[in-house]
Nanobody, 115 residues
Framework: QVQLVESGGGLVQPGGSLRLSCSTS????????MSWYRQAPGKERELVAT????????SYAAFVKGRFTISRDNTKVTVYLQMNSLKPEDTAVYYC????????WGQGTQVTVSS
């Protein structure tokens, strides 16, 4: 059974940091590219960052470049999203996705940036 479980979300003040984790099981993690998406209330889900299966190719949405860092540990079958300099507009539910020939999604973790 495929599982992706996000954690690490919460309430943080503007300028603060959070580290999201996505722990996985049930598929060959090292063969899949991984992405983080987010969805704010009333908005469509948007791509935040992507990392290739071996970690050598990384890309970011323009709105997070320089503030967020995606990484993965294939031995721990986990992908991470380090989020620094958080802004109120980063408030959203954050999801991880695994993809190769199929896609697998997690259930999401809420990130709220507010003073």
């Amino acid at each position: 059974q495929v599982q992706l479980v996000e954690s690490g979300g919460g309430l943080v003040q503007p300028g603060g940091s959070l580290r999201l984790s996505c722990s996985t099981s049930g598929f060959t993690f090292s063969a899949y590219a991984m992405s983080w998406y987010r969805q704010a209330p009333g908005k469509e889900r948007e791509l935040v960052a992507t990392i290739s299966s071996a970690g050598g190719i990384i890309s970011y949405a323009a709105f997070v470049k320089g503030r967020f860092t995606i990484s993965r540990d294939n031995t721990k079958v986990t992908v991470y999203l380090q989020m620094n300099s958080l802004k109120p507009e980063d408030t959203a539910v954050y999801y991880c996705k695994a993809y190769r020939d199929v896609e697998y999604w997690g259930q999401g973790t809420q990130v709220t940036v507010s003073s």
